[in-house]
């Protein structure tokens, strides 16, 4: 797993939708992620050590997959964030084991 400092962009396709990352400090507020649905940005904390990067970028694809298949617009925001935070804390040991990019 590899930890990902400021000013890093990579580019994410969610079911063929470009989904720019960026890594750029958020404060050390506990404030881990963002998703700008808009103009399709996911923002991650750059002070956050590897494996919270790796757990915040599931976490907002999570989001950004339920909103372009248009699932998102079915659920409450609070089942919403339930469902992804389910899904996150369960698949972050696989990414842990995998990791996300080779170092
Ligand atoms: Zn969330």
């Known amino acids: 797993m590899r ?3 400021a000013g890093t962009v990579k580019f994410i396709s969610v079911m063929g939708q470009w989904w720019r990352v960026v890594w750029e400090p958020l ?4 404030l881990h ?6 103009t399709k940005i996911i923002k991650i904390n750059s002070y956050d050590n590897a494996e919270q990067q790796a757990a915040t970028l599931l976490h907002e ?10 699932q998102g617009f079915d659920l ?3 089942t919403e964030e339930a469902l992804v935070r389910a899904l996150e804390h369960g698949l ?6 995998i990791g996300l990019e080779d170092e």
Request: hydrophobic share 40%.
């Open 3 to 5: 930890h990902y400092k």
């Open 27 to 30: 404060g050390h507020d506990g």
């Open 33 to 38: 992620g963002q998703l700008i649905i808009d």
């Open 61 to 70: 694809l999570f989001h950004a997959i339920l909103f372009t298949s248009g």
């Open 76 to 78: 409450e925001s609070g």
């Open 92 to 97: 972050a040991p696989v990414v842990k084991i």
